[in-house]
């Protein structure tokens, strides 16, 4: 499985970034896949999560309502759509993909990583 992400970069507060992960060797229509996110001193969360299988998501609660996931299965990649970021959502973004569930929160549950993005968010 390899992911490769792309999108990062440095806005003010208040605007919008929008991530792209592109997955190969994925069986994309029954797993989860998702974002997850790692800011200094600070352990890695999920932010948003997509099962590819029915199409169920979870988002953390600091970005509902601000981030929305979406996947294109055709050209089997996920997007993570951010808005109105504020400077707490600067982190280096993560896509992940779990070929064991359909849907998780736990990183542990997530074998394949990409190689991660930088979003800075200045106030």
């Known amino acids: 499985v390899q992911l490769v992400e792309s999108g990062g970069g440095s806005v003010q507060s208040g605007g919008s970034l929008r991530l792209s992960c592109v997955a190969s060797?994925?069986?994309?229509?029954?797993?989860?896949i998702g974002w997850f996110r790692q800011a200094p001193g600070k352990e890695r969360e999920a932010v948003a999560v997509?099962?590819?299988?029915?199409?169920?998501?979870y988002y953390a609660r600091p970005v509902k309502g601000r981030f929305i996931i979406t996947t294109d299965d055709v050209q089997n990649t996920v997007f993570l759509q951010m808005n109105n970021l504020k400077p707490e959502d600067t982190a280096i973004y993560y896509c992940?993909?779990?070929?064991?569930?359909?849907?998780?929160?736990?990183?542990?549950?997530?074998?394949?990583w990409g190689q991660g993005t930088h979003v800075t968010v200045s106030s």
């Open positions: 997509i099962s590819t299988n029915d199409g169920s998501t």
């Open positions: 060797g994925f069986d994309f229509d029954h797993y989860a």
């Open positions: 992940a993909a779990s070929t064991t569930v359909t849907m998780a929160t736990g990183p542990d549950f997530y074998d394949a």
